[in-house]
């Protein structure tokens, strides 16, 4: 008997822990942290200040350094601890630094101005959310007009990739025709093309057309998917034939199979298609980044590359519109992840 047997075979009494059950709970637990352990530190970072994420060592909650209004003073002055030469602690705020010494004062006696070396202070902090990282873009980055943008390419474009791979699969699933495999192989091997190679040979296409600087030529290009075709191909070869016999019996046309029979049963695969069409089209950047050069047409994330400056990179408002563009595609797989177990396992795919 194998030591995998015995451990499985092995009674356990009741109420107690086994070693493996601890091994399995640690690994799970391994697992939960490198698969949620950036997004959390994605999330946390978002609410911090531009000076709080450049400090070294970081933190994970978002701190950020106090400040007090001081009579005498127009701006708030950032509050240190300060070690005295007598070894007390007093809380001062900092007026100017000058080289290696710092100007500070009582924020409850102002008039008395002590001069304390750097080294000799730290920041007071408190845990403070930047709810600006997200008001601020959305307020003059036009973010609210790239999220619409988004929205409309995902939305139309899944849509139409529906529709279209659908009528494909049901041709490649339903008829019987000369070449019909032949056609099946062309389709997927149109998966071994990559997208660089055909980048040039649209963009050309779509420009004769008229459609640069157009949403629609972000969503028309990759209309048909060859992942989508044979995938809802693989899901339709499980339909009853039967069914569509009887149907063809009743005088139904093809069109009325295709709407009110197979639609309907296909669902789960259209489901799990729909996920991944939004996934694709939410994400997409190199072909939305090489028709789109006006801002007014910028998707989501061709506007985050905006943060991205030759000599700063304005990581607070970058990270919080990333976690802006995360939440869509959460809440989509969250509703629908359902269908994705039961539409893959009945597509063929491994």
């Known amino acids: 008997m194998s030591l995998v047997t015995k451990l499985a075979t092995a009674r356990r009494k009741p109420g107690r822990w086994h070693w493996t059950d601890v091994a399995a709970y640690a690994y799970l637990a391994l697992g939960v942290v490198l698969m949620f352990g950036p997004v959390l530190w994605l999330a946390l970072s978002s609410f911090k200040t531009q000076a709080g994420l450049l400090e070294f060592p970081p933190s994970l909650l978002p701190m950020s350094q106090q400040e ?29 630094r000058i080289g290696i010494q710092a100007q500070m004062v009582d924020p409850a006696n102002p008039a008395e101005v002590i001069r304390v070396p750097i080294d000799k202070r730290s920041p007071v902090r408190a845990f403070k959310l ?31 990739t529906l529709i279209i791979n659908s009528m494909a699969a049901y041709a490649l699933s339903i008829y019987e025709f000369r070449a019909k495999n032949t056609v099946m192989l062309m389709v997927i091997g149109t998966l071994m093309i990559p997208i660089t190679i055909i980048l040039v040979p649209v963009y050309l296409v779509v420009t004769e057309l008229g459609l640069v600087n157009s949403l629609w030529a972000v969503i028309l290009p990759g209309a048909a998917t060859p992942t989508g075709v044979f995938l809802l191909r693989q899901y339709m070869l499980t339909l009853p034939r039967d069914l569509i016999e009887a149907a063809r019996m009743d005088k139904a046309s093809e069109w009325q199979i295709y709407w009110r029979i197979v639609m309907p049963l296909a669902m789960p695969a259209l489901a799990v298609l729909a996920i991944f069409s939004v996934m694709w089209r939410w994400n997409e950047f190199l072909w939305p980044l090489a028709v789109l050069t ?57």
Do not use: C
Not at 138 to 159: G, H, Y
Not at 296 to 313: K, M, P, V
Not at 314 to 336: D, G, R
């Open 130 to 160: 930047a709810t600006e990282n997200y008001t601020e873009p959305l307020e003059r980055f036009a973010f609210t007009r790239f999220l619409w943008n988004s929205v409309f390419v995902t939305v139309v474009a899944t849509i139409i």
């Open 68 to 96: 007090v209004v001081v009579p005498g003073h127009p701006q708030p002055l950032p509050l240190f601890s300060v070690t005295m030469p007598d070894g007390s602690t007093r809380v001062l705020a900092q007026v100017r």
């Open 294 to 350: 006006k801002t007014e047409s910028y998707t989501l994330q061709i506007g985050l590359n905006a943060f991205q400056g030759e000599l700063q990179t304005q990581w607070h408002y970058l990270l919080a519109m990333t976690v802006v563009t995360l939440l869509p595609v959460a809440l989509v797989f969250v509703f629908l992840q359902r269908f994705i177990t039961t539409g893959i396992a009945n597509t063929g795919m491994k």
